[in-house]
T-cell receptor
Framework: AQSVTQPDIHITVSEGASLELRCNYSYGATPYLFWYVQSPGQGLQLLLKYFSGDTLVQGIKGFEAEFKRSQSSFNLRKPSVHWSDAAEYFCAAPDSGGSNYKLTFGKGTLLTVNP | DAGVIQSPRHEVTEMGQEVTLRCKPISGHNSLFWYRQTMMRGLELLIYFNNNVPIDDSGMPEDRFSAKMPNASFSTLKIQPSEPRDSAVYFC????????????FGPGTRLTVL
């Protein structure tokens, strides 16, 4: 079955520091990939998505992610973190069952931002 | 646009009671998803509707769970009877065209079964 791995359960960074959240997937074909963010008590909001083409994808709130097929990775980055970025971040990829609707979500990475 | 609307936002009930969660998807979206989020299992897809028709309910835990979508603007998830292990946050999401398209999530319903 498809799996999405987010190796870091919890990351703490200082405000203004750079950020990289890791995501690895297992999928035979070229995947489409998503990053979602969840603030406390809220639903998930799309940050960015990759379907094809340029492997560096820009998203909202200054986030970007790079698709690296050779490493089966889709890491999320931000050059300078703001306190409002504190939230939980989820990577998602298509389920390997062949459906065109089912996503597998990673377990999430909780980001804490220190002042 | 109002986004995906879910009600109630919080539900506390006693074991054995019936629970009904409600969802209004974004107008014009033809795909609707119900998810359950727990600390142990993360985010799990319970059921997927396309054009109001249930396409995949393989994630529904057991017969105590049922979902309906009587029209394009309303869906319900029912648990009868509820059990403490059903305690979780339940999300509804909608998209224009299936899972390849961006899914817009509602704020969720936090269910506590005592």
């Amino acid at each position: 079955a498809q799996s999405v791995t987010q190796p870091d359960i919890h990351i703490t960074v200082s405000e203004g520091a750079s950020l990289e959240l890791r995501c690895n997937y297992s999928y035979g074909a070229t995947p489409y990939l998503f990053w979602y963010v969840q603030s406390p008590g809220q639903g998930l909001q799309l940050l960015l998505k990759y379907f094809s083409g340029d492997t560096l994808v820009q998203g909202i709130k200054g986030f970007e992610a790079e698709f690296k097929r050779s490493q089966s990775s889709f890491n999320l980055r931000k050059p300078s973190v703001h306190w409002s970025d504190a939230a939980e971040y989820f990577c998602a990829a298509p389920d390997s069952g062949g459906s065109n609707y089912k996503l597998t979500f990673g377990k999430g990475t909780l980001l804490t931002v220190n002042p | 646009d109002a986004g995906v609307i879910q009600s109630p936002r919080h539900e506390v009930t006693e074991m054995g009671q019936e629970v009904t969660l409600r969802c209004k998807p974004i107008s014009g979206h033809n795909s609707l998803f119900w998810y359950r989020q727990t600390m142990m299992r993360g985010l799990e897809l319970l059921i997927y509707f396309n054009n109001n028709v249930p396409i995949d309910d393989s994630g529904m835990p057991e017969d105590r769970f049922s979902a309906k979508m009587p029209n394009a603007s309303f869906s319900t998830l029912k648990i009868q009877p509820s059990e403490p292990r059903d305690s979780a946050v339940y999300f509804c999401a909608s998209s224009l065209a299936g899972g390849r398209d961006t899914q817009y999530f509602g704020p969720g319903t936090r269910l506590t079964v005592l």
